[in-house]
């Protein structure tokens, strides 16, 4: 679904209040699901109504209503989505968790849905499984990496469903968000956090995540708040446009497509900035699934999306409408060759070019 073209003018009033109504419908929606007062929801990177900017000290702590929302910028690994990263560390847990109570529970297959979207967690138990002697660590282990891998998929198949219409709410179109440049690397650095706290299991979950995504986020030099929207407003009318007040519709130009399938780790996108103009991007390492079969055990995931713009994602794969499930380490790949290739027809050949 394409987006509205930017305004030149002021947003009118009505404008206006309907993004605050959808932003308030969007909150109490996710209040009712979640059945808690700590909900998350993605944040575009954009100067924008409902974008906050955050530094490290607003971080707080994973899990409780301390917790800090909102867009940060790294010198080292761009703008990153704080509720992207803390979704797909909980997806982690949720994910490796499940696995091995169906891997001692001696399960071949498990089952959840989320957004619309059923996914199938497959688990085969290769000859010599039997006499393996410590089943619980090696479970735990695989599950874990694995996890992570998986976690990543589901991230990435957010971006694809709204890219083609999907919406969360129903009410408004997501698309300004799919692929904005930030999402990759911030699902990336999640998945990474999920996975190094699962490993820290001397104490709680949250409390590692807190103090992983705090020590990770140093590393990849975090700037403060102010920084983070400098950042942002720099690269308005170069990477976005928006309506003149900041208020109104988000025309999306550049999209970062980059999910490190041929290289194994995913490129973040830096705004030049004073002072960092010799700075290279780190490359964000993909989460490496472990080798499962000399563990006696493999373990993969499967994907069948069941919202009404299916369709148009399944064509990339089955072009004769004769499979509905999508696995991601073969068809991510042709799916996102026809999203760079109709990106290219919205927005032009330098669409996926910071």
């Not at 700590?38 to 490290?56: E, N």
């Not at 847990?93 to 498990?110: C, E, L, N, P």
């Not at 499984?129 to 619980?136: G, I, R």
Request: some cysteine; proline content about 5%; hydrophobic content about 35%.
């Amino acid at each position: 679904m394409a987006t509205r073209a930017a305004k030149s003018s002021l947003p009118s009033s009505t404008s206006v209040a309907l993004t605050i109504c959808q932003s308030l419908c969007l909150a109490g929606l996710l209040f009712i699901t979640t059945g808690c007062s700590v909900f998350r929801i993605g944040a575009l990177p954009t100067p924008t109504l409902g974008t906050f900017y955050v530094g490290l000290d607003d971080l707080g702590r994973h899990g409780s209503v301390t917790e800090g929302h909102g867009i940060a910028y790294t010198g080292k690994a761009g703008h990153i989505d704080v509720d992207h990263v803390r979704i797909s560390a909980d997806w982690t847990r949720r994910i490796s968790d499940k696995s091995v109570a169906a891997i001692m529970s001696g399960h071949t297959r498990y089952e959840f849905m989320s957004d619309w979207t059923l996914y199938r967690i497959d688990i085969e138990y290769l000859d010599g499984w039997a006499s393996v002697a410590d089943k619980e660590k090696i479970a735990r282990t695989v599950a874990i990496d694995s996890a992570a891998t998986f976690a990543f998929y589901i991230g990435t198949w957010h971006e694809i469903a709204t890219w083609y219409g999907w919406s969360s709410t129903g009410i408004y179109s997501e698309d300004p968000s799919s692929f904005s440049w930030e999402d990759n690397v911030s699902n990336v650095v999640g998945c990474q956090i999920g996975r190094m706290s699962l490993l820290d299991n001397d104490g709680s979950f949250n409390d590692a995540v807190t103090k992983n995504f705090a020590d990770t986020m140093r590393q990849l030099d975090i700037k403060d708040s102010r920084t983070a929207r400098k950042a942002a407003e720099a690269m308005c009318g170069k990477w976005y446009a928006i309506d003149a007040c900041g208020l109104g519709s988000v025309d999306m130009r550049k999209r970062n497509f980059d999910l490190g399938l041929d290289t194994g780790y995913v490129t973040p996108w830096l705004v030049p900035m004073p002072g960092c103009d010799n700075v290279k991007p780190e490359q964000i390492p993909l989460p490496e699934a472990d080798d499962g079969p000399r563990h006696r055990i493999r373990i993969s995931m499967s994907i069948r999306p069941e919202f009404f713009e299916r369709r148009r994602i399944l064509k990339a794969i089955y072009p004769n409408n004769d499979g509905e499930w999508i696995m991601p380490k073969e068809h991510y790949r042709p799916i996102m060759e026809q999203i760079r290739k109709d990106a290219v027809e919205r927005y032009g050949p330098d669409v996926a070019n910071p």
